[in-house]
């Protein structure tokens, strides 16, 4: 009886039920989507690197879910709060009735295992299309042709989200109980009538918090902006004096924005222009935390899709200007060149089509010898034009090129080799960032300080390149000298961690037709077979940097896209629930208004207006906050090469405007749908 | 003295074929320009349902309600909108103030809502205020206020836009009885002193007393009209008393 009583209810109450509902089902639809991601393989015909480059990606989303469900639980708790606050005078009446606690609970629960049930199956169906979805995707981002394309299913990704659900809506249940337990059947019967409490600010304390607010937020932005990576470091202050001043600015912004346009008084006093802002006031006064949380998940959601995109965009742009051979290869055997090495190995060279030997100099800063590192390249740039590139690498040495090995290298690409005087010294970038920091240097600086000794600046038209496979910021920006300095300071080892180090690269171009891979084996077996002591071998395959890049892109796209939807989802959910539960108080005031003569289209403007206000503080808010941290990771993201702004920053605006404004449509139409009531 | 209101052969039934229900079965009368009329009646004998007719809110299944010359009855729904802000002015039993905003602005919202300019709602709002001595109540939140206060305000609301009619609906039900008299008394001066035509639903005689005439409903139909005239103020409510105990409700429905 009570199971049918539950079902009527579902039936009777759908409308209410339904924005729980939703949230409920996109949350599953998500869990599965982004959980499913190893199964992918199934339709797509990866190489071995790929599908390793795919299950570390599967092993970090698998981690990141359990975040995942922490939110969306927080979540499907606040949705159902609302729904019980709804409903208080249906349980009054209920108990009136003599119907103990412990049976409306149990109908309660009944109703949750319900809307459970049928939430998790539309979710799952909707998580399935989704992960069709996500595979085209992943085919895109790895290049791969979609020609096996099936349907596929993910049984452990549904059991994770079945469990994960479960016992979510277990906690709800609790949860439920556990509330309805502390309601009075008087508080129940009344629940329409009751007033909020409504507090009036002083104007000090106000002007007090809008200070403070400021202070903490803007020193916070000029922190995060200067410190580039250092930021790390400081991460847990830089959170807390954020939180802090997110808080103190909604706690005093309601008051500020209503002196402020009560300060003109042709606004203010324009049709229903002063109720929507008391409204509007009012609502953001009883929910600051909430709304500070919102303005988080929000900077969350939107920081996460742009840095995601922007990952995939950087490592693309830059791929293959960190890719400039086949294989670069880096041996270590008793000071062998590597044609001696290889033919110690026994190794079969016959697949190489050309090769050339590439040494690179590290003067590392000692305790007595200043080194000639990216700091040194930072003292010859005014503080304001100081790049990320030098900042970030700091003590870093640069990567110093014998002008012979350069040339070797220019004539392999094809290119005009150059020529230099035993006092001149060139820059040379590795990619767009590192161009624009040492075109400051050359605008800025005529000598630079090097190899112990004074050298001049010139200029040379080279190519924007790396001058091996490299992906790491160590050949990022590069110094090319003569051969004769160099010989003057004979590096004192072979070994990384003394003062002036070199490593011996050999950059090969294979035969047409040969794959790097199958050759960097042949290598590799080889070595395995010999057993040489003391000998290392370091290759860099083309293809093994493509898969790990594309391996990095997709593991940030993904990550980016999922905490992206979660976060911009919970806020989207929090803001609409706010203004829904609200309406119903309202109605009596649209009513008053609808009285004294306010047509329907005023009433109509002034609740769009007044959502449109509500949606838009913490966006706004969260925009500058995301404004600032998408700069200052662009910094950081700087090391992998330069960022493209422009399309991260149009894709995560297009795909916030768009879940956004359907709440917001969503949230209008529900509120006016409250407000026509009977 | 021409007529403000003048209703002809008015009906409203409520319910399906099977089941009628004749909230008010063919009321006819006239108010004229600056009265104090009292609606009295039992509990579901129409009185509400004529006065939300009158005001707009409800509509009449048939006959005719002109205000100013001016068939209500035939107007759409912006125009009722437009009726109702610029000829209407409302006093509810629950004073209806919104809680989120003073007074001051409670008041000024009746004059925004009628698209006046802004340079001239505060000097509007401090004449209406005055007259009902709220002056210093003007900066307060309902929540701030006693409930005469609050009433006060509502009707300085109802009042300031200049309207031809006042439709006050129970508007001492929520009081305790010394504001229910202050408020009347300033309802009494409003209707003397600045002309203001009232028209008031009340079932209590003590409320009613205060008007210059008073129509008795019952089941839907004007059951008397009783007529104040130069009578003081105990001998009218001696009448009402009268009249009530003849309308067949008994005398707990008295103060």
């Given at each position: 009886m009570y199971f049918k009583l539950a079902l009527r209810n579902v039936r009777k109450s759908f409308k209410d039920y339904l924005i729980y509902f939703l949230t409920l089902t996109f949350s599953v639809c998500l869990f599965y989507a982004f959980n499913s991601f190893q199964e992918q393989q199934a339709v797509l015909e990866m190489t071995t690197m790929q599908s390793e480059m795919m299950d570390n990606a599967a092993i970090i989303?698998?981690?990141?879910?359990?975040?995942?469900?922490?939110?969306?639980a927080f979540l499907i708790i606040y949705a159902n709060n609302f729904l019980i606050k709804r409903r208080k005078k249906e349980?009054?009446?209920?108990?009136?009735?003599?119907?103990?606690?412990?049976?409306?609970?149990?109908?309660?629960?009944?109703?949750?295992?319900?809307?459970?049930?049928?939430?998790?199956?539309?979710?799952?169906?909707?998580?399935?299309?989704?992960?069709?979805?996500?595979?085209?995707?992943?085919?895109?981002?790895?290049?791969?042709?979609?020609?096996?394309?099936?349907?596929?299913?993910?049984?452990?990704?549904?059991?994770?989200?079945?469990?994960?659900?479960?016992?979510?809506?277990?906690?709800?249940?609790?949860?439920?109980?556990?509330?309805?337990?502390?309601?009075?059947?008087?508080?129940?019967?009344?629940?329409?009538?009751?007033?909020?409490?409504?507090?009036?600010?002083?104007?000090?304390?106000?002007?007090?918090?809008?200070?403070?607010?400021?202070?903490?937020?803007?020193?916070?932005?000029?922190?995060?902006?200067?410190?580039?990576?250092?930021?790390?470091?400081?991460?847990?202050?830089?959170?807390?004096?954020?939180?802090?001043?997110?808080?103190?600015?909604?706690?005093?912004?309601?008051?500020?924005?209503l002196r402020f346009i009560q300060s003109s008084k042709r606004l203010y006093y324009r049709k229903l222009n002063m109720f929507v802002l008391r409204q509007v006031n009012s609502n953001i006064n009883s929910n600051v935390i909430s709304m500070s949380v919102i303005c988080i998940m929000l900077l969350l959601g939107i920081g996460a899709f742009s840095t995601?995109?922007?990952?995939?965009?950087?490592?693309?742009?830059?791929?293959n200007a960190n890719t400039p051979f086949d294989v670069t290869a880096d041996v270590y055997y008793q000071n062998m060149s590597f044609d001696d090495a290889m033919a110690e190995l026994?190794?079969?060279?016959?697949?190489?089509?050309?090769?050339?030997?590439?040494?690179?100099?590290?003067?590392?800063?000692?305790?007595?010898?200043?080194?000639?590192t990216y700091a040194t390249l930072a003292k010859l740039v005014p503080e304001a034009e100081l790049d990320?590139?030098?900042?970030?690498?700091?003590?870093?040495?640069?990567?110093?090129?014998?002008?012979?090995?350069?040339?070797?290298?220019?004539?392999?690409?094809?290119?005009?080799?150059?020529?230099?005087?035993?006092?001149?010294?060139?820059?040379?970038?590795?990619?767009?960032?590192?161009?624009?920091?040492?075109?400051?240097?050359?605008?800025?600086?005529?000598?630079?300080?090097?190899?112990?000794?004074?050298?001049k600046l010139v200029k040379r038209d080279l190519p924007i390149t790396n001058v091996i496979n490299n992906t790491a910021i160590t050949t990022t920006i590069g110094l090319i000298v003569d051969d004769s300095l160099i010989e003057n300071n004979p590096p004192n080892s072979v070994y990384m961690?003394?003062?002036?180090?070199?490593?011996?690269?050999?950059?090969?171009?294979?035969?047409?037709?040969?794959?790097?891979?199958?050759?960097?084996?042949?290598?590799?077996?080889?070595?395995?077979?010999?057993?040489?002591?003391?000998?290392?071998?370091?290759?860099?395959?083309?293809?093994?940097?493509?898969?790990?890049?594309?391996?990095?892109?997709?593991?940030?796209?993904?990550?980016?896209?999922?905490?992206?939807?979660?976060?911009?989802?919970?806020?989207?959910?929090?803001?609409?629930?706010?203004?829904?539960?609200?309406?119903?108080d309202n109605r009596r005031y649209y009513l008053v208004l609808n009285k004294i003569g306010a047509d329907v289209r005023m009433c109509s403007q002034s609740v769009n207006f007044q959502i449109a206000i509500y949606f838009m503080m913490p966006l706004s808010l969260a925009i500058v906050h995301s404004l600032v941290g998408i700069t200052a990771m662009d910094k950081v993201i700087a090391i992998l090469g330069k960022t493209d702004r422009l399309m991260p920053a149009l894709m995560t605006s297009g795909i916030v405007i768009l879940v956004y404004g359907l709440y917001f449509l969503a949230t209008c139409s529900g509120y006016k749908r409250i407000l026509n009531q009977k | 003295m021409n007529n403000l209101v003048e209703i002809q052969n008015i009906e409203k039934y409520y319910g399906n074929r099977s089941n009628v229900t004749k909230a008010i079965d063919n009321i006819s009368f006239t108010v004229k320009k600056g009265e104090f009329v009292g609606v009295m009646g039992p509990s579901g004998s129409g009185k509400t349902t004529l006065l939300n007719c009158i005001s707009t809110i409800d509509t009449v299944t048939s006959g005719k309600i002109f205000i100013n010359d001016q068939d209500i009855t035939k107007l759409k729904r912006n125009g009722l909108a437009k009726f109702r802000r610029e000829e209407l002015g409302f006093i509810f039993q629950d004073f209806n103030l919104l809680d989120t905003l003073t007074a001051y602005e409670n008041i000024a919202l009746a004059l925004t809502i009628n698209k006046v300019p802004a340079s001239k709602i505060d000097e509007r709002v401090k004449d209406v205020a005055s007259k009902l001595e709220i002056q210093n109540e003007l900066n307060k939140y309902p929540i701030q206020m006693s409930g005469g206060q609050k009433q006060r305000v509502a009707c300085a609301r109802a009042l300031v836009t200049n309207p031809s009619l006042i439709l006050a609906d129970e508007p001492t039900g929520a009081l305790d009885s010394k504001s229910a008299r202050m408020l009347l008394d300033s309802m009494e001066k409003l209707n003397q002193e600045f002309k203001a035509t009232i028209m008031m639903v009340t079932h209590d005689a003590f409320t009613a007393s205060y008007a210059h005439r008073i129509l008795f409903i019952k089941d839907g139909k004007i059951f008397n009209e009783i007529i104040r005239g130069t009578d003081s103020r105990k001998t009218f409510f001696n009448k009402i008393i009268e009249v009530v105990t003849l309308l067949g409700g008994d005398s707990g429905n008295v103060l």
């Amino acid at each position: 009886m009570y199971f049918k009583l539950a079902l009527r209810n579902v039936r009777k109450s759908f409308k209410d039920y339904l924005i729980y509902f939703l949230t409920l089902t996109f949350s599953v639809c998500l869990f599965y989507a982004f959980n499913s991601f190893q199964e992918q393989q199934a339709v797509l015909e990866m190489t071995t690197m790929q599908s390793e480059m795919m299950d570390n990606a599967a092993i970090i989303m698998l981690a990141l879910s359990w975040v995942v469900a922490v939110v969306l639980a927080f979540l499907i708790i606040y949705a159902n709060n609302f729904l019980i606050k709804r409903r208080k005078k249906e349980f009054g009446l209920m108990m009136i009735m003599g119907m103990s606690k412990t049976r409306i609970s149990k109908i309660l629960c009944y109703e949750t295992f319900m809307i459970g049930i049928v939430s998790l199956i539309t979710g799952l169906f909707a998580g399935f299309l989704l992960s069709q979805g996500l595979t085209v995707l992943t085919a895109q981002l790895f290049v791969l042709p979609l020609t096996k394309f099936r349907f596929i299913f993910s049984w452990s990704s549904m059991l994770i989200t079945i469990i994960s659900f479960a016992i979510i809506f277990i906690i709800v249940m609790l949860f439920n109980t556990f509330i309805l337990g502390k309601y009075k059947c008087i508080d129940l019967l009344n629940a329409d009538r009751k007033n909020e409490a409504f507090k009036i600010k002083s104007t000090t304390l106000t002007i007090i918090l809008f200070v403070l607010a400021c202070i903490l937020l803007i020193g916070d932005y000029l922190y995060v902006m200067k410190a580039g990576i250092n930021m790390f470091t400081n991460l847990p202050a830089i959170i807390i004096a954020g939180s802090l001043g997110t808080l103190f600015f909604f706690m005093s912004l309601s008051g500020f924005l209503l002196r402020f346009i009560q300060s003109s008084k042709r606004l203010y006093y324009r049709k229903l222009n002063m109720f929507v802002l008391r409204q509007v006031n009012s609502n953001i006064n009883s929910n600051v935390i909430s709304m500070s949380v919102i303005c988080i998940m929000l900077l969350l959601g939107i920081g996460a899709f742009s840095t995601g995109l922007s990952i995939n965009q950087t490592v693309n742009a830059n791929i293959n200007a960190n890719t400039p051979f086949d294989v670069t290869a880096d041996v270590y055997y008793q000071n062998m060149s590597f044609d001696d090495a290889m033919a110690e190995l026994g190794a079969d060279l016959s697949d190489i089509k050309s090769k050339f030997t590439m040494d690179i100099y590290y003067d590392y800063a000692g305790e007595d010898t200043p080194g000639t590192t990216y700091a040194t390249l930072a003292k010859l740039v005014p503080e304001a034009e100081l790049d990320s590139v030098m900042t970030n690498a700091g003590s870093m040495p640069l990567a110093i090129y014998p002008l012979s090995d350069y040339n070797s290298f220019l004539q392999a690409k094809g290119l005009q080799t150059i020529s230099l005087n035993s006092d001149e010294a060139v820059l040379a970038a590795a990619n767009e960032q590192a161009y624009d920091a040492i075109s400051s240097v050359y605008n800025h600086a005529q000598t630079i300080q090097a190899l112990n000794q004074e050298l001049k600046l010139v200029k040379r038209d080279l190519p924007i390149t790396n001058v091996i496979n490299n992906t790491a910021i160590t050949t990022t920006i590069g110094l090319i000298v003569d051969d004769s300095l160099i010989e003057n300071n004979p590096p004192n080892s072979v070994y990384m961690n003394t003062q002036f180090a070199i490593s011996h690269y050999t950059n090969i171009t294979l035969k047409d037709g040969v794959d790097d891979t199958a050759f960097a084996q042949k290598i590799y077996d080889a070595y395995a077979q010999n057993q040489l002591d003391d000998m290392f071998i370091f290759m860099d395959t083309r293809s093994e940097i493509y898969a790990s890049s594309t391996g990095l892109t997709v593991t940030f796209t993904y990550v980016g896209i999922y905490l992206g939807f979660v976060f911009l989802l919970a806020s989207c959910v929090m803001l609409a629930l706010q203004q829904l539960s609200q309406a119903a108080d309202n109605r009596r005031y649209y009513l008053v208004l609808n009285k004294i003569g306010a047509d329907v289209r005023m009433c109509s403007q002034s609740v769009n207006f007044q959502i449109a206000i509500y949606f838009m503080m913490p966006l706004s808010l969260a925009i500058v906050h995301s404004l600032v941290g998408i700069t200052a990771m662009d910094k950081v993201i700087a090391i992998l090469g330069k960022t493209d702004r422009l399309m991260p920053a149009l894709m995560t605006s297009g795909i916030v405007i768009l879940v956004y404004g359907l709440y917001f449509l969503a949230t209008c139409s529900g509120y006016k749908r409250i407000l026509n009531q009977k | 003295m021409n007529n403000l209101v003048e209703i002809q052969n008015i009906e409203k039934y409520y319910g399906n074929r099977s089941n009628v229900t004749k909230a008010i079965d063919n009321i006819s009368f006239t108010v004229k320009k600056g009265e104090f009329v009292g609606v009295m009646g039992p509990s579901g004998s129409g009185k509400t349902t004529l006065l939300n007719c009158i005001s707009t809110i409800d509509t009449v299944t048939s006959g005719k309600i002109f205000i100013n010359d001016q068939d209500i009855t035939k107007l759409k729904r912006n125009g009722l909108a437009k009726f109702r802000r610029e000829e209407l002015g409302f006093i509810f039993q629950d004073f209806n103030l919104l809680d989120t905003l003073t007074a001051y602005e409670n008041i000024a919202l009746a004059l925004t809502i009628n698209k006046v300019p802004a340079s001239k709602i505060d000097e509007r709002v401090k004449d209406v205020a005055s007259k009902l001595e709220i002056q210093n109540e003007l900066n307060k939140y309902p929540i701030q206020m006693s409930g005469g206060q609050k009433q006060r305000v509502a009707c300085a609301r109802a009042l300031v836009t200049n309207p031809s009619l006042i439709l006050a609906d129970e508007p001492t039900g929520a009081l305790d009885s010394k504001s229910a008299r202050m408020l009347l008394d300033s309802m009494e001066k409003l209707n003397q002193e600045f002309k203001a035509t009232i028209m008031m639903v009340t079932h209590d005689a003590f409320t009613a007393s205060y008007a210059h005439r008073i129509l008795f409903i019952k089941d839907g139909k004007i059951f008397n009209e009783i007529i104040r005239g130069t009578d003081s103020r105990k001998t009218f409510f001696n009448k009402i008393i009268e009249v009530v105990t003849l309308l067949g409700g008994d005398s707990g429905n008295v103060l």
